[in-house]
């Protein structure tokens, strides 16, 4: 009886031992094996599919990532946002191109607002301005154009 209790305890350890990753690399790729697997079967998934894997991926997403983030290099960062990305879009059931559209629709629209602004405020001057300074450089492209045919016409 006190060897299955303790194999019992034994077996779980060693359960969350196994479950946890023990390295960036190691996180980085049972990260990704684990989106490629909701991808191959979220078809498939019922509520409890989806409570586990909405359960294992708050663990990628939050408490591994702490673990390892300070040594995260920049390549690793867009893996991790890649497959964050495509998760959503699995669970969701949106194309990637649709998730980015929504996540950045915002940014663009201030952004097009920002350009209709300078258009209606500023551009109008800008515009006499670049007018001028290509007149000017107009004029002297000519000058330096009949410099250069005279000193031509001289010399022969």
């Known amino acids: 009886m006190k060897y299955s209790k303790?194999?019992?305890?034994?077996?779980?350890?060693?359960?969350?031992?196994?479950s946890t990753p023990t390295s960036k690399e190691d996180y980085l790729n049972r990260f990704e094996r684990f989106v490629d697997r909701v991808e191959n079967n979220h078809e498939?998934?019922?509520?409890?599919?989806?409570?586990?894997?909405?359960?294992?991926?708050?663990k990628y997403?939050?408490?591994?990532?702490?673990?390892?983030?300070?040594?995260?290099?920049?390549?690793?960062?867009?893996?991790?946002k890649g497959l964050i990305i495509k998760y959503h879009a699995l669970k969701n059931k949106e194309s990637v191109g649709d998730m980015l559209r929504n996540l950045f629709k915002d940014d663009v629209n201030r952004i097009g607002e920002k350009v209709e602004e300078y258009i209606d405020?500023?551009?109008?001057?800008?515009?006499?301005?670049?007018?001028?300074?290509?007149?000017?450089?107009?004029?002297?492209?000519?000058?330096?154009?009949?410099d250069a045919v005279r000193i031509l016409d001289e010399s022969f």
Not at 6 to 18: D, E, G, H, S
Not at 61 to 80: A, C, G, M, P, R
Request: proline share 0%; net charge negative; glycine share 4%.
């Open 44 to 58: 498939k998934y019922g509520k409890k599919d989806w409570e586990w894997a909405d359960a294992k991926f708050e």
């Open 121 to 146: 405020e500023d551009f109008d001057e800008d515009l006499d301005k670049i007018i001028d300074g290509a007149t000017e450089i107009g004029d002297s492209a000519v000058k330096v154009m009949e």
């Open 61 to 80: 997403n939050s408490k591994w990532y702490l673990e390892y983030s300070e040594d995260f290099t920049l390549e690793d960062q867009l893996k991790i």
């Open 6 to 18: 303790y194999l019992i305890v034994c077996c779980l350890i060693w359960l969350v031992a196994c």
